[in-house]
Nanobody, 120 residues
């Protein structure tokens, strides 16, 4: 099974940008649907975005549309989440996950998460 490692989290001010990386090993990330989820303290985990295998389509949660962009770099076997115009409500641990489809039960290879903190 593919293994995923996230990086790029940190502490920023509202309005700043961050780029999260999700590096894959043990498999070719382009063969998988890859999603980003986040979980804020005391809240349920929520889906942020997902890109289908072979980069077919990308979907975003309404809360991040127009601010976040997913992309793939197949040469680096890595998926990115570019986050612009960050808001305090974006504060969460962000996880990438891979699987067969952009439907949560089919996304089963989780990374360890990376913390994003946005202060006002």
């Amino acid at each position: 099974q593919v293994q995923l490692v996230e990086s790029g989290g940190g502490s920023v001010q509202a309005g700043d940008s961050l780029r999260l990386s999700c590096a894959a090993s043990g498999g070719t990330i382009d063969d998988y649907a890859v999603g980003w989820f986040r979980q804020a303290p005391g809240k349920e985990r929520e889906g942020v975005s997902c890109i289908t295998s072979s980069g077919g389509t990308t979907d975003y949660a309404d809360s991040v549309k127009g601010r976040f962009t997913m992309s793939r770099d197949n040469a680096k076997n890595t998926v990115y989440l570019q986050m612009n115009s960050l808001k305090p409500e974006d504060t969460a641990v962000y996880y990438c996950v891979a699987g067969g489809l952009c439907i949560e039960p089919f996304l089963d290879a989780w990374g360890q998460g990376t913390l994003v903190t946005v202060s006002s």
